[in-house]
C-alpha cells in the first residue's frame, strides 16, 4: 500500500495551493483493489529486495517557536520567491534525501474553492458559514522532500516530508488559521469516492501550545479496505506567514511539530527579522 499513501498526500497539497485551481478531492490513481498473487506465481517470480532506505533524521530541537503578534509585525507581505528562500533544506529531514522542486507562486482561497476541496463532508445544497465567506489572497511556496527508489524505472518518489509556506495580510491570516479549524471541526468523518470503492476519512484537531502566535495540529486518518493510514499537518501562523508541514512516509507526530516548529523559526529570524 506504500503507493497508494504516497500518491494521496499530491492531491491534498494541491488542494492547498488553490491558486492553481487544484481541488482536494482527487483521488489517488493507485488506489486499485488488492490482487494477492497466488503460491505458483509467488515462487516463480524472483522477488527483488527493497533497496536500503536512507536515514529519516528526528528533528530533536525544540517544538516552540516566538510569535510575533506582541511585536506587531506590521503588513507586510513576502513575495513567493522570498517564501522559496525560507523554505528548510532537504538535510534536514534525513541523509539521502531530495528536494523536489520547489513550487512559488500566487496564492488564493476563495469560497468556492474551500466548497469543492470538502464536497464529500456537504449536502449537495449546503453552502454552510463555516466554510468562510472572504477570499484569501497571497504568496506560496511549497517542496517535498523525497527518498527515490533508484531500481524502478521511471524512479518512485517517496514523500517524506512537505513544507509549505503562504504569506497573507496578518488579519486574513489569523482569518483563514481560524476557517480552517472551523471546518475540520464540522468535517470529522465523511465517505469519498475512490475507484476501486470509498474511503472514510476522519480528522480532528489538536492545539499545539508555545508554537508561533497559534498553531494546531491537524490529524487525518483515510481507511480503505481495511487500511488506515494517518498524516499529521502541523498548522502555525507567525505573524501573517501561516506554516504548513505535512507528515509523509516514515514520520509521526512528534517530529512533524518539531519540523513544523523549525521552520516557523526560520519565519520568524529569516523573513521578519526577529530570533527566538
Not at 541523509?95 to 469543492?116: C, I, K, N, Y
Not at 477570499?135 to 511549497?142: D, K, L, N, V
Not at 494517518?230 to 501562523?237: F, G, P, Q, S
Request: hydrophobic share 40%.
Amino acid at each position: 500500500m506504500r503507493g497508494w499513501w504516497t500518491a494521496a498526500v499530491v492531491p491534498v497539497l494541491a488542494g492547498l495551493l488553490a491558486g492553481c485551481g487544484a481541488d482536494r478531492q482527487q483521488r489517488p490513481e493507485g488506489a486499485e483493489a488488492k490482487r494477492p498473487a497466488s503460491s505458483r506465481t509467488a515462487s516463480a517470480t524472483p522477488t527483488r529486495p527493497e533497496p536500503a532506505r536512507p536515514e529519516v533524521v528526528l528533528p530533536t530541537g525544540p517544538a516552540t517557536a516566538p510569535g510575533l503578534d506582541a511585536a506587531a509585525p506590521g503588513a507586510r507581505t513576502f513575495s513567493a520567491e522570498r517564501l522559496r528562500a525560507a523554505l528548510l533544506p532537504a538535510s534536514d529531514f534525513g541523509r539521502g534525501l531530495e528536494l523536489d522542486e520547489v513550487l512559488a507562486m500566487p496564492f488564493e482561497s476563495t469560497h468556492e474553492q474551500r466548497r469543492g476541496r470538502w464536497s464529500y463532508c456537504l449536502d449537495s445544497t449546503a453552502d454552510p458559514a463555516w466554510l468562510g465567506p472572504a477570499a484569501y489572497r497571497g504568496t506560496t511556496a511549497s517542496a517535498h522532500a523525497s527518498w527515490v527508489d533508484r531500481t524502478h524505472a521511471p524512479p518512485r518518489g517517496h514523500i517524506v516530508v512537505t513544507e509549505l509556506l503562504v504569506s497573507l495580510r496578518p488579519a486574513a491570516a489569523r482569518e483563514l488559521h481560524r476557517v480552517e479549524q472551523d471546518i475540520l471541526r464540522h468535517c470529522r468523518e465523511f465517505g469519498s469516492d475512490m475507484e476501486a470503492g470509498t474511503a472514510t476519512e476522519r480528522y480532528r484537531a489538536e492545539p499545539l501550545k508555545g508554537l508561533g502566535d497559534e498553531a494546531y495540529l491537524e490529524v487525518q486518518d483515510i481507511v480503505y479496505e481495511g487500511d488506515t493510514r494517518t498524516t499529521y499537518t502541523a498548522h502555525v501562523r507567525v505573524g501573517g506567514v501561516l506554516v504548513q508541514v505535512i507528515s509523509g512516509e516514515g514520520t509521526d507526530r512528534d517530529a512533524t511539530v518539531r519540523w513544523a516548529a523549525r521552520l516557523a523559526r526560520e519565519v520568524g529570524s529569516g523573513l521578519y527579522g526577529v530570533g527566538p
